[in-house]
């Protein structure tokens, strides 16, 4: 089980607003659950974004008015009879918070108020929730994730990060209709946070030591160049220093190990990746001075077995390696730090 205060500088990698100064003292506070993490979270964001304001936008309203506004629509006016009334269907621009972004952060805050989280969090919830006034909320089923972001609401993407990551991975429906508080994220949105997590630390500690940390693609090494109906190979992590490359696939499996005949071995398929995107990449810089190492990083789990291994293979290291997210976060720096050191001959910054 992955401490619920490691999940948190997790997290804080993973988004980098969560290291300002607004957000540095939760490092220091006490939470039950990830919910009430999330929760703490949600509130110190959405306080901060409201003394900045509440992002608004342009919404098409039609309704009838007394008073002459937009666009009047004749034949809705007769058809309802507002004329009757003094009043005309009018269409028009209004300048509104009740948008989408709103929308979903109030949705997400009222979940959280029915959930398994601290009393106190709940009435700052409830506090934050009187600003929402007038805007409306959503079905959690048939939220719109795809968000364009622009520099009027760049401030809110850690904002729904973190309600996708409460929406998905924290809440679940009851049969009853009621909603309930999850022990855990589930294993695709630890997946998803651990892989970013990595790239985000390398990212941010390395910066100063030349190493790049990218998320990148490989460019499949043909001999013809017909590519047609090939995957793309895209990476986790790739770090590169000097003329050393090491290719990282994280992976947060409930099971790190499959078993054949009462052997436990890697997965397969995982194994094959990796090997795939280290020889791409291997005959990608042929003509140059390099060398390219490749490494499948799996968070441990509570299995009584769990690789910690490296091979050569066709003139590559390939490591088999777990992360250990159950210590104090020192223990955790220390074991990327080591990873860097081993691969990329990097004296650790800690």
């Given at each position: 089980m992955i401490p619920v205060h490691n999940i948190y500088?997790?997290?804080?990698?993973?988004?980098?607003?969560?290291?300002?100064?607004?957000?540095?003292?939760?490092?220091?506070?006490?939470?039950?659950?990830?919910?009430?993490l999330c929760a703490a979270i949600l509130c110190k964001g959405v306080s901060l974004q409201i003394k900045q304001g509440l992002a608004r936008?342009?919404?098409?309203?039609?309704?009838?008015?007394?008073?002459?506004?937009?666009?009047?629509?004749?034949?809705?006016?007769?058809?309802?009879?507002?004329?009757?009334?003094?009043?005309?269907?009018?269409?028009?621009?209004?300048?509104?918070?009740?948008?989408?972004?709103?929308?979903?952060?109030?949705?997400?805050m009222i979940l959280l108020i029915n959930g398994d989280i601290d009393r106190e969090r709940k009435k700052e919830l409830r506090k934050l929730l009187v600003y929402f006034a007038g805007i409306d909320t959503l079905d959690i089923h048939n939220i719109n994730w795809h968000i364009h972001y622009n520099r009027q609401n760049e401030t809110y993407r850690m904002l729904m990060s973190v309600c996708y990551l409460i929406v998905k991975g924290l809440l679940q429906t009851q049969e009853d209709g009621s909603t309930k508080m999850m022990d855990f994220f589930d294993e695709q949105r630890m997946c998803r946070l651990y892989e970013k997590f990595i790239l985000e630390y390398y990212r941010k500690e390395y910066r100063n030591l030349g190493v790049v940390a990218n998320a990148s693609q490989i460019p499949w090494q043909l001999d013809d160049g017909f590519d047609e109906m090939l995957p793309v190979l895209q990476t986790d992590i790739m770090l590169t220093y000097r003329d050393k490359v090491l290719i990282i696939d994280a992976k947060y499996y409930a099971q790190t190990t499959q078993r054949h005949f009462d052997v436990r071995t890697v997965h397969s398929a995982n194994l094959n990746q990796i090997f795939t995107y280290v020889k791409n990449k291997e005959a990608e810089l042929i003509g140059r001075q390099h060398e390219v190492s490749g490494m499948l990083l799996y968070a441990k789990t509570d299995e009584d077995i769990y690789p910690n291994h490296e091979y050569r293979m066709s003139g590559n290291r390939i490591a088999i390696n777990t992360l250990d997210l159950s210590g104090n976060f020192e223990t955790i720096r220390q074991q990327l730090d080591e990873i860097a050191d081993r691969f990329l001959n990097l004296k650790s910054m800690s």
């Open positions: 500088y997790m997290l804080s990698y993973a988004f980098k607003a969560l290291n300002s100064q607004g957000f540095r003292q939760m490092a220091t506070e006490r939470f039950q659950n990830l919910g009430d936008a342009y919404i098409v309203r039609t309704e009838p008015l007394s008073a002459l506004r937009g666009r009047i629509d004749i034949q809705d006016s007769i058809k309802t009879q507002s004329l009757l009334r003094q009043r005309l269907v009018s269409t028009y621009d209004d300048f509104s918070i009740n948008t989408p972004l709103n929308q979903i952060i109030k949705t997400t």
